[in-house]
Each structure stands twice: as structure tokens, then as C-alpha cells.
């Protein structure tokens, strides 16, 4: 008998709450997969019924038989691969280890715009995402589904995109950045199976939830994926099938050197903007402006969670042995890493995710850690189906 056995094992089968489109749940539902954990997924929105068990407007939301809730996918992933040593996705080496979890934080973080833009500002991938959202969560609405659509359509644009710095002139930007992972990843997929050698790894389920859910799946990114970097396409579905038992072949021991582009992406881009975010957090911004790679970048949402990513990036440098942190700087300086890491002084986000499990329910005098910084309050407001707003404000 086996851990994952659901008749030993007294948190199995899995329940994972989340749209069939969503970006995380796609994410946790292929780690649960590559464990081979026994689970099914329920279309659910992050509101109502979800938030009030997770006290976090978000999905994926984990479900155990024994009735705990789970929430966010970076400390579940974390206390599913401690739980479940033989299929452990986290490497070993404390430096690889820290690099992947860099990765995943900005596969999470960073290529969301990306993902958010294509999915949201072209009208077919809008259009089919759209309805699939409307099938799924919103059949009882009782308002024609034109209306539901170009409702779902128009609350993604305002939150996601153009009401999230998507502009006529970061549009080139915000592509760049699928372009160059692309590009980054055939590399590397062009000498192994997986990010970090012959069986998936933390990195690799980190990029799994844009790549998956959303540049493979919607209808612009899909075509652009498949027409210029088919070999991206082919390791999101190895992905999909991968089944730790089945694997066989271990992680690679040290960073690769073909990580180095991805870092300095992460050095050049997505670092100053975690600082950036940080700085207005401090001062209670709700948003601002921050120029990225020569990207006017205005009105960006603060968000408490990012301000949260930065300092759990601090904290797992600060945890590493003395030898394993000289290793880690000189790899953070070769590539712009270290000087944006430790930029921002006195950093507080009140996001308060301990990792101990259940990791869901904060207390209600904490930040919500709703990586979209709406929180419970905001998002119990609006609704999943917000007051029909037409004119979203633009920031050209
Ligand atoms: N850091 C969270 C992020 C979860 C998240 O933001 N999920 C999105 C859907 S993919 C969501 O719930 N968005 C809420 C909304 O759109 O209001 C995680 O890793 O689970």
C-alpha cells in the first residue's frame, strides 16, 4: 500500500475548487497529477463560499478529506512535497533549491501580465475564455450570456490589463516577456526533457500554471507557441502526463548555466518591480508607476502579497547555510539579482501565510493574501460579476 492510497491515507482523495481556465489551479492540479494523489476539480469562483472557508478571495483552494483548507499554491506545493518525500518535486541542493523557488515566484508573479494580456485584450481569446468562464461559474446568472461575457471581459481588462498597466506603450513589453520565455525555454528543452533534467522539478510546475492554463490554451498565444517554439508546446502536455512513478532519472545537482537568461530576466524586470511595488506599499499607495526595461508602466496595482514574495525570497536566503549563501550571491550578482533582492529597506507586508497547514483562514487582522491585492472585503463586494462598468479608466 502506498502514501497516496486512498484508504490508508486519511487527507485523500483531494478536492481542488477552481475554473477549468484558471492559471494556479491548472498549476496545483498538475502536481497533484505528477504525485498521482487521487483528487477532483470543482468549477468554483473565488468568492462566496470558497472565500469564507480560505478567508482569501483566490483559487485554487485544496479541500483535504479530513476537511482542512488549504490556499495558495507556493506553500501547498511546500507541504505537499514534504508530506509526500517519494515524489518530491524540491531539489535538494540548497542552491538549486533556492533558485527554483526564484522561478516559480516569477513564473507566478511576473509572466501573469503576459498571460492576463493574451487571454483578455485579443477579442478570440477573449470571446472563448469568456465563455468557458460563463459555462462554468456563471449557467444560473439569469442575464443573456452576451451579457455575462462581455461582463467577465470587461472585470478581467479592468483588473488585469489595462487597469493593470497594459498600454499602447507597454503592449510590446508585456509580449517581449512571452517571447523571450519561449525562447529561454527551447533552449534549455532543446538539451533535456525538464527544466532541471529528466523529471519535472518545482521550476517547472511554477511555469506550468501561465504556460499551461493559459499561453497553450488561448487561442493567440497557443498559435504563436506552436508556430515559433513547438518544442515548448510538447513539454506543456509531457507535463500534463507526467507521473512521478513512471519517471525514471534524477534532478541535475547544480543551477544550469542555461538558467542564466531567465535570471537575468528576474534581474531586469521582475525584481525592480517587486521593489517598486515595495516602496508603495510603505507609503500606502494603492498604486503607481515604475519604468520596467524602458516600459512606462503606470497605475499599477499595489499588492501586498508581491511585497510578501519579496520578503519570503529574503527569508529563504537568510536561511541558507553560510557556503550555500556566497554560492547563491554570486549568481544573484552575475545576473542583476542581488543589488534589486536587497534594495528596499524595512520591509512589512502583514501578509501573514506561516505554512503550517491549514495555511488557509487568516486572522481577520491581517492583509488578505490574495496575490490580486482586491482582498476578501473587495472581491466579496464586487462579486465575481461586478457592477457593469463600461469605461474602464485608461493610463495611456
Ligand atoms: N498566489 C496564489 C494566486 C492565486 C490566484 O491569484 N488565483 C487567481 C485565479 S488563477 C484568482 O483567484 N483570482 C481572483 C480574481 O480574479 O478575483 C496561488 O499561488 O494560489
Redesign the pocket.
Known sequence: MTTNDENSDPILPLTVY??EI????G??EAVIRYMELPYQRVAKS??GELAAKTGT????ALQLADDRWL????P?IDWLDKRYPEFTIIPKNPVTAFFSLLLEDYA?EWLWRPAMHYRWDYAESAAQQSRVLTNELARNLPLPNFVKRYMIRNR?RR??TNGDGVTAETWHHVEKTFFDTLDQFSTILGTRPYLLGTRPSLADFGFF?PMF?HFSMDPTSARIMRETEPAVFEWVARMWNARASLIEGELLEDVPEDWGPILDSIGSGYLPYLCANAEAWKTNASHFDVNIEGAPYQHIRTAP?RVWCLEELRRHYNELPETHQQTVRKLLETHGCWTPLWQVEDLESGVNLDHKAPFAKHDSNSVS????G?GLID?EKLQ?FPVFSPNPKKHA
Do not use: E, H, N
Open positions: 477552481g475554473p484558471s492559471y494556479f489551479t498549476k496545483l473565488p468568492t478571495a483566490q483559487v485554487p490556499t495558495d499554491t507556493t501547498i507566478d478581467q483588473y488585469f500554471g492554463r502579497y493574501g490574495s496575490m490580486t482586491l472581491a465575481w
